[in-house]
T-cell receptor
Framework: DTAVSQTPKYLVTQMGNDKSIKCEQN?????MYWYKQDSKKFLKIMFS???????INETVPNRFSPKSPDKAHLNLHINSLELGDSAVYFC????????????FGSGTRLTVV | AQSVTQPDIHITVSEGASLELRCNYS??????LFWYVQSPGQGLQLLLK??????LVQGIKGFEAEFKRSQSSFNLRKPSVHWSDAAEYFC????????????FGKGTHLIIQP
């Protein structure tokens, strides 16, 4: 069983479209996160959710919105996609706020053309 | 705010040789420190973590890291590398305070020469 699963693995779309990336964890963790990895491999946190409450939101455009229907899911919605949104997006989860380490999904490579 | 510096962007090591990847952090208190590995096209896998106690931490795949408070460092080591160790390695810090989430270094790309 995959602990943190993301779908789709690859996503190619045109500028201006709206897309979603899904994430599910079966670890019973309390907190889930979205990270963006740019072309230089730099990882930056975008969002985290703890018990359905958004507890961090870095300098992310409001075109990005996380949606958590329950503790096991944290989906990422992106509106009006731009070329600069092309990156690999990683979902992760942790037992408590990250100090026990994260479990990462395998990533979604988003390409905006 | 906390930060993590990995001074080496690329490192090339011969198979069977020893390895040390450097990591320096900036944080006022004792941080929680992590090393992750990312193989090509894969997600991140936790190698080891340090919270407190023994400053020499053992991880998976034969890796270890040593926390040195005086040098604000958490270097990753392996006595003998294998070709399968070729990957991107990330050091990360969690402050445990108001700012949540891990702060990652920019990564070190490890190349293994035959």
């Amino acid at each position: 069983d995959t602990a943190v699963s993301q779908t789709p693995k690859y996503l190619v779309t045109q500028m201006g479209n709206d897309k979603s990336i899904k994430c599910e964890q079966n670890l019973g963790h309390d907190t889930m996160y979205w990270y963006k990895q740019d072309s230089k491999k730099f990882l930056k946190i975008m969002f985290s959710y703890n018990n359905k409450e958004l507890i961090i939101n870095e300098t992310v455009p409001n075109r990005f919105s996380p949606k958590s229907p329950d503790k096991a899911h944290l989906n990422l919605h992106i509106n009006s996609l731009e070329l600069g949104d092309s990156a690999v997006y990683f979902c992760a989860s942790s037992r408590i706020r990250g100090n026990y380490g994260y479990t990462f999904g395998s990533g979604t490579r988003l390409t905006v053309v | 705010a906390q930060s993590v510096t990995q001074p080496d962007i690329h490192i090339t090591v011969s198979e069977g040789a020893s390895l040390e990847l450097r990591c320096n952090y900036s944080y006022g208190a004792t941080p929680y420190l992590f090393w992750y590995v990312q193989s090509p096209g894969q997600g991140l896998q936790l190698l080891l973590k340090y919270f407190s106690g023994d400053t020499l931490v053992q991880g998976i795949k034969g890796f270890e890291a040593e926390f040195k408070r005086s040098q604000s460092s958490f270097n990753l080591r392996k006595p003998s590398v294998h070709w399968s160790d070729a990957a991107e390695y990330f050091c990360a810090v969690y402050s445990g305070g108001g700012a949540d989430g891990l702060t990652f270094g920019k990564g070190t790309h490890l190349i293994i020469q035959p």
